[in-house]
C-alpha cells in the first residue's frame, strides 16, 4: 500500500508564497509521475503541474511563471512552490502520484491541503 502525505497549505494575502510538500511511503518501486490538482468549492478538480521522475513537468497555464513543481527521487517527495498567489489560486490542493508498487501500478491521491488567498 501507498501512502500520500501533504503539507504546507495555510492563509496568505495576495502577492505572498506557500510551498507545498508531499511524501508518498509505502511499498514503492517506482514512480512515474507526481504532481498536485486543485479544486475550488463548486468546480471540478482541475490539474495544477505534475512532474516525471525524469524531470518532465507541466503546468496549467493559470500558474506557469508563478508556481514551480519539482521532485526529490530519493525522497519520494514533491513539492509545489507558489508564488505571487492570487485569490482564484484558493483551493483544495491535492498529491497525486502514479506509481508501481509491491501491488503493481497505482493511481493514488493524499487527502488534501488547504491554500486560501485573501485579497
Known amino acids: 500500500q501507498v501512502q500520500l502525505v501533504e503539507s504546507g497549505g495555510g492563509l496568505v494575502q495576495a502577492g505572498g508564497s506557500l510551498r507545498l510538500s508531499c511524501a508518498a511511503s509505502g511499498s514503492i518501486y517506482s514512480i512515474f509521475v507526481m504532481g498536485w490538482y486543485r479544486q475550488a468549492p463548486g468546480k471540478q478538480r482541475e490539474l495544477v503541474a505534475d512532474i516525471t521522475s525524469g524531470g518532465r513537468s507541466n503546468y496549467a497555464d493559470s500558474v506557469k511563471g508563478r508556481f514551480t513543481i519539482s521532485l526529490d527521487n530519493a525522497k519520494n517527495t514533491v513539492y509545489l512552490q507558489m508564488n505571487n498567489l492570487k485569490p482564484e489560486d484558493t483551493a483544495a490542493y491535492y498529491c497525486?502520484?502514479?506509481?508501481?508498487?509491491?501491488?503493481?501500478?497505482?493511481?493514488?491521491w493524499g487527502r488534501g491541503t488547504q491554500v486560501t488567498v485573501s485579497s
Open positions: 497525486n502520484a502514479q506509481i508501481r508498487g509491491g501491488l503493481g501500478y497505482g493511481n493514488y
